[in-house]
């Protein structure tokens, strides 16, 4: 796969990487973050919803169970397994495809009402097209006025205030150092991260290439979206200069 950081996918899918998600699914994991969602959204029942990048399901299985018909689209295979079973364990009906977000199905034009895209790396792509790509495809598969709701987990305009870190992460038998750096000329940022496994110092990397606000308002225009909306996360707070991420809501423009 043709992003920056070509080892990324693979840690997602490892079991020993778990730190990097959000608690393990639970239909109601974060319920003030899925209330949010739900009201940024403000869809009406049986609205068709394509959860991009989906994952483990944390939030395709939630939007099911609330009557939407959902489907969830990832690229990793071990991923979509998770995401299935638990989906089983929940008792809910969710459409699984695997697939790329560069490329989504071509039966899929202006089919769905709404996309999600949330704990985004957007921006994974080295090749600035594809990242564009991404908004392109978004718009092709939405209904004229469908409404896309993208959060990214960064922003560079909090990782420039916030400077070069060095931070860690611990949870329940991990600690893992980060190395958090922007290149203020490339707009990419990267993290290091290092951990002790059985005595061995062990270190892998992961890099984005990062955007400003008005930089992701402009590709949106490009794929035909006016912005709606801008806040700091998923919780709809308002965007300011510190935001470590940033959410967008979008709505694809009617042509004529
Ligand atoms: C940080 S996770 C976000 C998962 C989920 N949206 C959530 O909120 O928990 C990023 C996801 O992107 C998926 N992914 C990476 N490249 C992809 C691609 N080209 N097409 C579709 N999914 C991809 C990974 O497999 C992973 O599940």
Redesign the pocket.
């Known amino acids: 796969?043709n992003?920056i950081s070509p080892s990324w996918?693979a840690m997602?899918?490892d079991e020993k990487f778990s730190w990097?998600?959000?608690p393990a699914y639970e239909p109601e994991s974060d319920p003030a973050e899925l209330a949010s969602i739900l009201s940024l959204l403000d869809a009406q029942p049986g609205a068709r919803i394509l959860?991009?990048?989906?994952?483990?399901g944390?939030?395709t299985i939630p939007l099911a169970l609330r009557g939407f018909q959902v489907t969830g689209?990832?690229?990793?295979a071990a991923?979509l397994n998770r995401a299935k079973q638990a989906a089983g364990q929940a008792g809910t009906t969710i459409e699984w495809v695997r697939?790329?977000?560069?490329h989504l199905p071509g039966t899929w034009r202006d089919y769905f009402d709404f996309v999600t895209?949330?704990?985004?790396?957007f921006g994974?792509f080295s090749d600035q097209s594809e990242n564009q790509q991404v908004l392109n495809e978004v718009a092709r598969v939405l209904k004229g006025d469908g409404r896309f709701l993208l959060d990214i987990?960064v922003n560079r305009d909090g990782l420039v205030n916030q400077g070069n870190t060095i931070n860690y992460l611990e949870g329940n038998g991990f600690f893992v150092v980060q190395e958090w750096s922007l290149d203020l000329l490339t707009g990419i940022h990267k993290r290091i991260f290092r951990w002790y496994d059985q005595g061995q110092l062990q270190e892998t990397q992961w890099q984005i290439q990062t955007y400003t606000p008005p930089e992701v308002k402009q590709m949106f225009e490009q794929a035909g979206f006016q912005v709606l909306g801008a806040y700091s996360s998923l919780s709809g707070k308002a965007l300011s200069r510190d935001s470590e991420g940033m959410t967008f809501l979008a709505q694809k423009m009617r042509i004529g």
């Open positions: 796969m992003s996918e997602y899918a990097f998600w959000p959860d991009l990048a989906c994952g483990r944390w939030l689209l990832d690229l990793s991923l697939g790329d977000m560069r895209f949330t704990l985004s790396e994974c987990v």
